[in-house]
C-alpha cells in the first residue's frame, strides 16, 4: 500500500511518519499462566500537526482459521518524540492500567524500543508491573513484539504480531 508522509507533520514526529495510518494483522500471545493465544488487531496512528502521535488499539481474541471468538484488549494513547531522539509514551488500557513509557526512536532505522517508567492501576485490574515493546517496519509491515512482567513472573515475551498498512 503506497504512502505519503501528510504535509502537515511536526518536525518532532518525522521520524516516526512511517507509522501513520491504519495497520491490521494478526498476532500470537503466551504466558506462564495461560493458554497460548491467537489474536486479530487494528492499531491506528494519527497525527493532526502538533508534536504527538495519537495511537489507538483493539484486538479480539481468534481461533486456529482466524475467526473471532471474542473482544480483547484496546488501549489508547499519545507518543510524544523528543528533539534529543527520545520517546515519551503515554497509554490507559480498558484491564485498569495506565502507564508512562520512555524509550528511543532509532535514527538508522524506521523502529523504536520503549519500556515502562511508571505502571498505575485500579484495585479490579490484575498485577501488571513492567513492560518492553519494540516496532518496527520491516518489509512494508508493522511488525511488534510486548514483554511483560505481570502475576509474579519477571519480564518476559507475551505478544507480538505482523500488521500491514490498510
Known amino acids: 500500500m503506497p504512502f505519503e508522509i501528510p504535509q502537515n507533520i511536526h518536525p518532532s514526529c518525522a521520524r516516526l511518519a512511517w507509522l501513520i495510518g491504519t495497520w491490521v494483522g494478526n498476532g500470537h500471545g503466551e504466558y506462564p499462566g495461560i493458554e497460548p493465544f491467537q489474536f486479530g488487531q487494528e492499531v491506528i496512528?494519527?497525527?493532526d500537526g502538533r508534536p504527538f502521535i495519537h495511537y489507538f488499539s483493539r484486538a479480539w481474541i481468534t481461533d486456529a482459521e482466524g475467526n473471532t471468538i471474542r473482544p480483547a484488549a484496546q488501549e489508547t494513547g499519545f507518543l510524544r518524540p523528543q528533539e534529543d531522539g527520545t520517546l515519551e509514551v503515554v497509554m490507559t488500557h480498558n484491564?485498569?492500567?495506565v502507564e508512562v513509557w520512555h524509550g528511543d526512536v532509532h535514527a538508522d532505522q524506521p523502529r523504536f524500543e520503549i519500556t515502562t517508567?511508571?505502571?498505575a492501576r485500579t484495585s479490579s485490574?490484575?498485577?501488571?508491573?513492567a513492560g518492553k515493546r519494540l516496532y518496527g517496519y520491516v518489509n512494508g509491515d508493522l511488525l511488534y513484539a510486548?514483554?511483560?512482567a505481570?502475576?509474579?513472573h519477571e519480564l518476559q515475551p507475551?505478544?507480538?504480531a505482523q500488521l500491514k498498512r490498510q
Open 45 to 47: 496512528f494519527q497525527q
Open 117 to 119: 517508567d511508571a505502571v
Open 95 to 97: 484491564l485498569g492500567f
Open 158 to 160: 507475551h505478544t507480538h
Open 125 to 129: 485490574a490484575k498485577e501488571y508491573v
Open 150 to 152: 505481570a502475576m509474579g
Open 146 to 148: 510486548f514483554d511483560m
